[in-house]
C-alpha cells in the first residue's frame, strides 16, 4: 500500500500499523494481545505510533477507528462514525466550555486590565453559547428541525435561530 504524506515521512512501524489496521473491515476489531504479535512489540492505546496511524488513516483513506477500553480498536462502520462522533464531539466541546467558563471566572474584575476584561467576557460569551449548543437535548430537537427541512442540511443561520429558540 502506498501511503501519501505531505510534511515529513512515516516511520517504519507507523507505515506497518497502517497496513495492518487498513485489512479490518467495517465493524472488525483488532485486540490489542493481535496487533502486538502483528507488530512485534506490546502495543497500547496511548502509543504514538498507534495514533499516528490512525491519524494518517482518517485524512488519507476515510477510515474511523474508536478505542474500545482495554480490548483494542474498532473499524467503525458508517452510522458508527455518526453517532459515536456526534456524542463524543458534542460531549467534550460541552465540558471543555464549561472547565473553561469556571476558569476565566476566578479571575476577578478588580484585577483585570480593560484588554483581559473584554477578553473575559467574550469568552464567556463564546463558552456559554457553545456549551449551550453542544447539549443533548439542543441536538436531538435539531435532528427534529432537519427532518422537518425537505433539503437536508440545515443553513448555519437557521442553526443559530433554533439554537437561539430553543
Keep these: 500500500m502506498e501511503l ?14 497502517c497496513n495492518i489496521l487498513l485489512e479490518l ?9 493481535n496487533l502486538s504479535e502483528k507488530v512485534g512489540r506490546k ?10 496511524s490512525i491519524k494518517i488513516l482518517l485524512k488519507d483513506h476515510q477510515v474511523v ?17 455518526v453517532s459515536h462522533t456526534q456524542t463524543r ?6 465540558l471543555k466550555c464549561k472547565r473553561g467558563i469556571k476558569k476565566i471566572m476566578v479571575a476577578e ?8 476584561f473584554v477578553k473575559r467576557n467574550a469568552a464567556l460569551s463564546c463558552f456559554g453559547a457553545l456549551a449551550h449548543a453542544s447539549k443533548p437535548s439542543k441536538f436531538k430537537k435539531l435532528e427534529q428541525r432537519v ?6 442540511q440545515l443553513p448555519i443561520g437557521v442553526t443559530f435561530d433554533h439554537m437561539k429558540d430553543s
Design 89 to 94: 464531539t458534542s460531549k467534550s466541546i460541552y
Design 25 to 33: 473491515k467495517k465493524d472488525e476489531i483488532i485486540s490489542y494481545k
Design 43 to 52: 502495543m497500547k492505546g496511548n502509543d504514538s505510533h498507534l495514533q499516528s
Design 65 to 81: 477507528f474508536e478505542n474500545i477500553r482495554n480490548i483494542g480498536y474498532k473499524r467503525l462502520n458508517d452510522n458508527e462514525i
Design 109 to 116: 474584575d478588580k484585577h483585570l486590565d480593560n484588554s483581559a
Design 147 to 152: 427532518i422537518a427541512n425537505s433539503n437536508g
Design 4 to 17: 501519501k504524506r505531505t510534511i515529513g515521512a512515516i516511520s517504519v512501524e507507523t507505515q506497518n500499523i
